[in-house]
């Protein structure tokens, strides 16, 4: 499903710019014009990322900002700050208030672009709650399932999360240390080699259709999941 974000802009050029944009990379924009449009554009579903131009009739982007981060349901939606204003003064209000980022006007398309995906990634880093499929290896993050064709894998809590870390993020090396921090977490203390075991368990449960072999061990370097078997 496509990702909704709402498009706050009193500049009728600007936001069907931002709209046009928005639509030709996949996204579902919605538009309010002044500050109280915003508002009842505010339920559910709720939009999924927010672009918050700084002065609007009705009230300011920044009172906008303030009033979304104090309700328990629009608190967590992420807001990236329009504005023709580029003072430093200016943007730490702009964050202080619970903006994400901050875009100065004029930008490229691009540059919106990145700083969305950006934005995105940071408020949920490991892509979401969308299921991850490779080769008829199927993981459902959401259901906590692990499925192979029709086959449903059993697997411990610590070997779907290494799987699921793996999925997102193929054909790359990580030594054991980076999957620590990345599988276990940084504030726990386990020893190297409890990668290795775990690398194990997981082979031993998805060797089903030889799946096993796309979690590749690199010498002297870590481990790689590739598809390329």
């Known amino acids: 499903m496509a990702r ?10 600007i936001r069907e710019m931002l709209v046009f944009v928005l639509d030709q990379n996949g996204y579902q924009p919605i538009e309010a014009e ?43 939606i992420p807001v990236i700050m329009l504005t023709a204003r580029g003072e430093e003064e200016d943007k730490i ?29 940071r408020v949920n880093p490991t892509g ?34 290494l799987l699921h870390f793996f999925m997102t993020h193929p054909e790359r090396v990580y030594s054991r240390e980076q999957l620590l921090d990345q599988v276990w977490g940084t504030n726990i203390y386990v020893e190297d080699r409890t990668v290795d075991v775990h690398i194990r368990r ?6 089903q259709d030889g799946h096993d072999k796309m979690i590749q061990t690199v010498r002297g370097a870590g481990y790689r999941f590739s598809a390329r078997v």
């Open 202 to 207: 997981l082979r031993k449960a998805i060797e």
């Open 93 to 121: 209000r702009g964050l202080e208030a619970g903006a994400d980022d901050y875009i100065t006007k004029p930008f490229s398309p691009r540059e919106l672009m990145a700083r969305i995906k950006a934005v995105i990634r």
């Open 128 to 161: 979401l709650d969308d299921q991850v499929e490779v080769h008829g290896l199927r993981l459902d993050p959401v259901s906590h399932r692990v499925t192979c064709g029709q086959d449903a894998l059993d697997m411990g809590p610590t070997e779907f999360k």
């Open 4 to 13: 909704r974000i709402l498009v706050v802009e009193d500049e009728a050029p």
């Open 34 to 76: 002044d500050y109280d449009e915003a508002m009842q554009l505010m339920v559910e579903p709720y939009p999924d990322l927010v672009l918050l131009d700084w002065m609007l009739p009705g009230g300011s982007g920044v009172q906008l900002a303030k009033k979304m981060k104090k309700d328990e349901f629009t608190r967590q």
